[in-house]
């Protein structure tokens, strides 16, 4: 194996662990604010995909950079989602203007 590969490795695994301490950290109340920005950020990896995509040559690395493309968008829109039905909770609750002073 490539100290390269070391490298990549020991960074990847540094990484796992400070996320999960950082993430360890944070109390409950705030981990949808938290993780639904988050996922919004996380189209960065859509980019990466397409920056690994544009370098691929074989079908393993196409195959795995449409699979981190796929994954990236499904958890960029899922950020949205989680934050528009978190923002849904603090907003008025609207007022059905159909039916005023019990008419019918």
Do not use: C, W
């Not at 960074?11 to 981990?31: A, C, N, R, Y």
């Not at 639904?36 to 079908?59: K, Q």
Request: aromatic share 8%; hydrophobic share 50%; proline share 4%.
């Amino acid at each position: 194996m490539s100290q390269e590969l070391f490298t990549n490795l020991a960074i990847f695994v540094l990484s796992l662990l400070v996320g999960f301490e950082v993430i360890s950290k944070i109390p409950s109340t705030l981990h949808t604010p938290m993780m639904s920005g988050a996922n919004a950020i996380h189209g960065v990896v859509v980019v990466g995909s397409i920056l690994v995509a544009l370098e691929a040559n074989s079908p393993l690395f196409y195959t795995i950079a449409f699979i981190a493309a796929v994954l990236g968008a499904i958890n960029v829109a899922g950020g949205y989602v989680v934050t528009d039905r978190m923002l849904e909770m603090f907003s008025k609750p609207k007022k059905d203007n159909n039916n005023k002073g019990g008419e019918q």
